[in-house]
């Protein structure tokens, strides 16, 4: 098992100072801040919004026979304590996320839960894993970040055993998920300096385009490289809606640092425009993604 309490903390140091701030300075700050934060605030409501992908990632693992997996972007471990239950007494799975505050509550979740999941606080495109230990990693919405996917998919490769499963649910393309960009398209008019985005740079869309993963997972050293579309059902109770999109997304991140009118402004316009996906009491939308599927065979 990894360390906790203090030893914890300790490795958590020694693991920022040696991955942290390589490739991802940028991605490192915003998962320790008010993004990371939310997230943990949100745990809840997030594991219940994205129950349906969790469930094809326990899947990806035999059950109740053992064995180490590797869970990338762990975020507050809900993914990991159920790939942990899955695995048995014998099994245990490892997450690894940039995020203090995430890893934090991760640790929490586990001990709570009394899972036999362990968490490192690291950037997983550079950290040292102790080599061909994994019998399968995955990730549910945690590889769209790196810097350098190469390097990051060859250090994942080499974590993993050999015929190791590689598993992870990414978003496809933007155009397929309005959901996830009609807070930002509604506040536009009052948010003018809301970034825009780009293809292929590290972000929630990165990994949209089916030909480039083959290519980074092929130049990565894995093999049997499969995409399987993904539709999932996704609800929201209508009462979390106002404080979902006011805290994720490029307009929850310009929430925090505009003035008491705008926000008030922008909260009516941005609700508004969500109207066509509530329903009474709940929102409902498509969550657009695929499942990749690849193995750490050939090398």
């Not at 300096?193 to 030909?211: H, K, S, T």
């Amino acid at each position: 098992m990894e360390p906790t309490g203090r030893a914890a903390d300790r490795t958590d140091r020694e693991a920022a100072g040696k991955t942290i701030g390589k490739a991802g300075d940028e991605q490192a700050a915003r998962w320790n801040g008010p993004a990371g934060n939310a997230w943990v605030e949100a745990q809840d409501m997030v594991d219940a919004l994205f129950a349906p992908l969790e469930e094809l990632l326990v899947e990806a693992v035999p059950a109740g026979q053992g064995g180490r997996v590797l869970d990338v972007g762990c975020g507050t471990g809900g993914t990991t304590v159920a790939l942990a239950r899955r695995l048995g007494a014998e099994g245990e799975c490892v997450g690894v996320d940039v995020s203090g505050p995430m890893v934090e509550a991760a640790r929490a979740r586990a001990a709570r839960e009394d899972a036999r999941a362990s968490f490192v606080r690291a950037d997983a495109q550079d950290h040292v894993f102790e080599p061909a230990v994994f019998d399968a990693v995955v990730s549910r919405f945690g590889v769209m970040f790196f810097e350098d996917p190469v390097r990051a998919f060859t250090n994942l490769r080499r974590a993993a055993k050999e015929n190791a499963g590689l598993r992870f649910i990414v978003w496809r393309d933007i155009a397929e998920n309005t959901f996830m960009t009609t807070a930002e398209r509604a506040a536009a008019p009052l948010l003018p300096d809301l970034p825009e985005r780009r293809p292929d740079a590290p972000g929630q869309f990165a990994l949209a385009d089916a030909d480039r993963v083959r290519r980074l997972l092929e130049e990565s050293g894995w093999a049997g490289i499969e995409l399987r579309p993904v539709d999932a059902a996704c609800v929201l109770p209508e009462t979390e809606l106002i404080p979902y999109f006011s805290r994720f997304g490029p307009v929850g991140i310009a929430l925090r640092e505009t003035d008491e009118r705008t926000l008030r402004r922008v909260v009516e316009t941005v609700r508004a425009a969500f109207d066509p996906f509530v329903h009474g009491a709940e929102v409902r939308f498509t969550a657009a993604c695929w499942q990749i599927d690849a193995s750490a065979s050939g090398g």
